[in-house]
């Protein structure tokens, strides 16, 4: 609000009052501002004063000016312009002082710093093999130049990969008053791949100290990868680097393969805890199936643990040459379960074979090789270099052979692989016997992440252990389960059947299905107040093309009460119509309610 009318407020006021706001009876002096702030550079702001009488106003610091310096009163706010001289220093205060010979206002003024400052350079972090640089440069950013200053640099590249590269530098570069940055630019060809470091020596007229300063690039193969982490889980993750595109070549390839070498460890360039390689074979395993990802998933992995990733691309360029190193690190998080959670399965401790569930590759392990009594921790198991299988890739259900004291997937043969997956250290490892109180199934097949039910003919179900986190007596409890139906992309049928069952064993009955339970149909089982058919969402388009960047499985929810510590819960495959009975099952959870 201007001065003035502040003023008539006030006079209409004391009229209303039966007082007088006669010149000669009342006298003011008003100004616009208490306090002004002005930038680093020379500058000027207005201030408005209003009186009645004669003014003056003088500057309190020698840095300050003011025009003018004098004035009478008038009928309207008269502007005195305040003008500060630039400063080259810290950030300061001063005043000016408005007066009329009775009464002085005092104007704070201040200031910011003047300091001038150089930043970091900035370069592209890369730059490709064989392809001329255009319009690439390095830059230097400044802050709170003066009119005037002027830059010289000298500029030198060291590095293998400077290898055809040139760097200008500069003299009497005029510099923007303000922020601003200085641009080298940079020619040539980069012709060996390496790091790229760049140096500078920079003086700034009226600046007293140089800068000597350094940025770091390199020249790499077009088609090196840019790791990032995709699914993040306390014992799984999820690496990704970039979309693979769909050709007409054997395995959909035009010829060209994925073809890396990678692996984990637990410190930046430490010893492999995993260590893969497809150098000498692609990916893509089978002609029927196209998976758009170049994903990998690691599973059994430590909650809170920090990991690396390290992976190499092999045959980039005209040369076929293989890539820099590149390095990855992420921290997996804690696990954290609620405490009314008497029983968990995410299979996350699995990590032969694929992931569906997030399309991510995963590695092939024999019978063979199983048959050596594997050991799932040691990091020199040969699942540790195994070939790489695609994300529905699944080893045989290890249950059909629990009887098998010769066969590789038995217990007897690969005792370690059971009680890392099966819990034979919590339930016990006499897994043939008809009540044995743990994990039972048939065509139960693993995968990294997930369980993968039936075969494509063949129905299959999955047990749970007995629910001895109940107790004594009886309690309702809930069961949650993820599942979605098997497909296969650009396969004939794209997926399996999207029904299937949730069974309770032994005491207990089913008190609601939850929202996705639908009739059966088909050679079905009816349903009763033990088993409930729970309906899957498609994640397939008429084209057989996933519609998801990953598959989205259906949470199913089952409410049970009367529920024992002698309670399984089974999830089962639905034997109706036309086989394709698989599904992918994951993060099976009871909840113990009251």
């Not at 390689?277 to 029927?288: G, Y």
């Not at 092999?314 to 890539?323: I, Q, V």
């Not at 066969?407 to 692989?417: E, H, Q, T």
């Amino acid at each position: 609000m201007k001065i003035h009318a502040i003023i008539s407020f006030l006079c209409l006021a004391s009229v209303a009052l039966g007082t007088s706001c006669k010149d000669d009876e009342t006298h003011f002096l008003q100004r616009s501002h208490d306090a002004l702030s002005f930038p680093y550079l020379n500058s000027t702001k207005e201030l408005l004063v209003l009186t009645n009488g004669s003014w003056k106003i003088t500057p309190d610091d020698t840095w300050i000016s003011c025009s003018p310096g004098e004035g009478n009163g008038a009928p309207k706010e008269q502007a005195v312009n305040i003008t500060v001289a630039q400063n080259d220093g810290a950030e300061r205060t001063g005043s000016v002082t408005l007066s009329d010979g009775l009464k002085e206002l005092v104007i704070r003024v201040t200031q910011e710093d003047g300091f001038f400052t150089v930043g970091s350079p900035e370069i592209a972090p890369s730059f490709d093999l064989y392809e001329e640089l255009v319009d690439k440069r390095v830059t230097i950013p400044y802050q709170k130049s003066k009119p005037g200053y002027k830059a010289d640099v000298t500029a030198t590249l060291e590095g293998a990969g400077a290898e055809g590269i040139a760097i200008e530098s500069l003299s009497g570069y005029e510099m923007e008053a303000g922020d601003g940055a200085i641009p080298l630019a940079l020619s040539g060809t980069p012709t060996k791949k390496g790091p790229i470091t760049v140096k500078l020596h920079v003086e700034i007229s009226s600046v007293a100290t140089p800068y000597d300063l350094t940025a770091e690039s390199r020249a790499k193969l077009a088609g090196e990868v840019t790791v990032t982490m995709f699914k993040l889980l306390p014992r799984l993750a999820v690496l990704d680097w970039g979309d693979y595109e769909k050709g007409t070549g054997t395995n959909f390839n035009n010829g060209t393969p994925r073809s890396f070498s990678f692996g984990l460890a637990l410190e930046e360039e430490g010893d492999n805890l995993r260590n893969y390689t497809s150098k000498t074979a692609n990916w893509l395993t089978a002609s029927s199936m196209f998976f758009a990802h170049n994903r990998f998933a690691f599973g059994n992995l430590q909650p809170s643990t920090t990991y690396w990733f390290w992976i190499v691309a092999h045959e980039l360029g005209p040369n076929k040459e293989d890539s820099d190193k590149t390095w990855l690190s992420f921290t997996t998080p804690e696990e954290n379960l609620a405490p009314n959670v008497i029983l968990y399965k995410d299979f996350d401790d699995f990590w032969f074979r694929g992931c569906p569930i997030y399309q991510a590759f995963g590695v092939e392990v024999t019978n063979a090789q199983i048959g050596a009594n594997i050991d799932p921790d040691d990091p020199n198991c040969p699942a540790a270099t195994g070939k790489i299988v695609n994300p529905v890739n699944s080893t045989d259900s290890f249950f059909n052979y629990v009887g098998s004291a010769t066969d590789n997937r038995g217990p007897v043969k690969a005792a370690k692989l059971w009680e890392a997956w099966w819990e034979g250290d919590t339930y016990g490892t006499n897994y043939a016997d008809a009540d044995y109180p743990g994990w039972q199934g048939f065509w139960v097949r693993t995968q990294t992440g997930a369980a993968l039910l039936s075969t494509a003919s063949v129905s299959g179900y999955i047990k749970t252990p007995k629910l001895t986190g109940i107790g004594e007596g009886t309690a309702d409890i809930t069961v949650t389960c993820h599942t979605a139906p098997y497909f296969e992309p650009y396969h004939s049928w794209g997926q399996d059947h999207e029904q299937h069952y949730i069974q309770v064993e032994g005491p207990g009955t089913i008190t609601d299905g939850g929202p996705t339970k639908a009739e059966p149909t088909g050679a079905a089982t009816a349903n009763t107040d033990k088993q409930v058919t729970v309906q899957c969402t498609t994640h397939v388009d008429s084209d057989k093309i996933p519609t998801t960047d990953y598959v989205n499985p259906t949470e199913h929810v089952v409410k049970i009460a009367g529920a024992t510590k002698e309670t399984r819960i089974v999830i089962a495959a639905h034997p109706y119509g036309t086989k394709h009975y698989r599904l992918w099952i994951d993060d099976i959870q009871v909840t113990k309610d009251r």
